[in-house]
């Protein structure tokens, strides 16, 4: 490592050794550490499931997140995905790996709809599930679930809509052996939960019995 070259932190410029957080910018970055919901991340005092929770239960079952997104971490998820970034990719994966609490039969990824992969040319989801699949030796089933139809992107929506444009959004392919399975789903930002909700229930219509969500980041409601 001290004979590479130091590469400029991707948050200020300063010199690291990572090529994507210096030392102090690391030390910033909105770790979720406190107690939580365990089924949706989302604070609670003394780790409880939250009152939303229970009035409607996601499809998913628990939820690891490696971060809030709040600032600088916002702009490491943005560099995600605006540009196929692999030392930022391994970065934030292994953040997520770390916090793993459960070992799943496999991990798949949010997919993207082929006509969006297309213009971007990499689902980023895709990239961290590769990194967290090698990290933890899970396998990664990289064509298990597609995206069925090209909804508008879900940061363009109010909050109410949101769960309304996923629904049906996403299928398992009949090929795809998912029954008795515990899946868990990679994606980089967990916001209202909807699109990891309906990804979750057609995992389980295909037989997953227990779905986790493993996210980078999670949004808090005083970042909403
Ligand atoms: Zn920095
Ligand atoms: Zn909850």
Redesign the pocket.
């Known amino acids: 490592m001290r004979l590479l070259p130091a590469q400029p932190c991707l948050l200020c410029g300063a010199p690291s050794r990572t090529g994507v957080c210096c030392a102090a910018c690391d030390a910033e970055l909105p770790r979720l550490t406190g107690e939580?919901?365990?089924?949706?991340?989302?604070p609670?005092p003394s780790g409880e499931?939250?009152?939303?929770?229970?009035k409607h239960a996601?499809a998913f079952d628990h939820?690891v997140a490696a971060f809030s997104y709040g600032f600088p971490l916002d702009k490491l998820i943005q560099s995600l995905k605006f540009r196929d970034h692999l030392t930022l990719v391994n970065y934030l994966a292994d953040a997520v790996a770390r916090r793993a609490n459960s070992t799943p039969d496999c991990l798949v990824a949010l997919p993207l709809h082929p006509l969006r992969l297309r213009e971007r040319g990499f689902n980023q989801s895709m990239l961290l599930g590769h990194r967290i699949s090698h990290q933890l030796g899970i396998p990664l089933l990289p064509h298990a679930c597609e995206r069925v139809r090209n909804t508008p992107p879900q940061s363009s929506l109010p909050w109410k809509e949101r769960d309304k444009n996923m629904r049906q959004a996403f299928a398992c392919r009949p090929d795809a052996d998912l029954r008795g399975k515990h899946v868990a789903i990679v994606d980089d930002v967990m916001t209202t939960g909807a699109s990891i909700g309906e990804l979750a229930q057609a995992l389980k219509r295909a037989g997953a019995r227990e779905v986790s969500a493993w996210v980078v980041a999670r949004t808090l409601p005083h970042d909403r």
């Open positions: 939580h919901c365990p089924v949706c991340a989302l609670t499931v939250c009152g939303e929770c229970l996601p939820t």
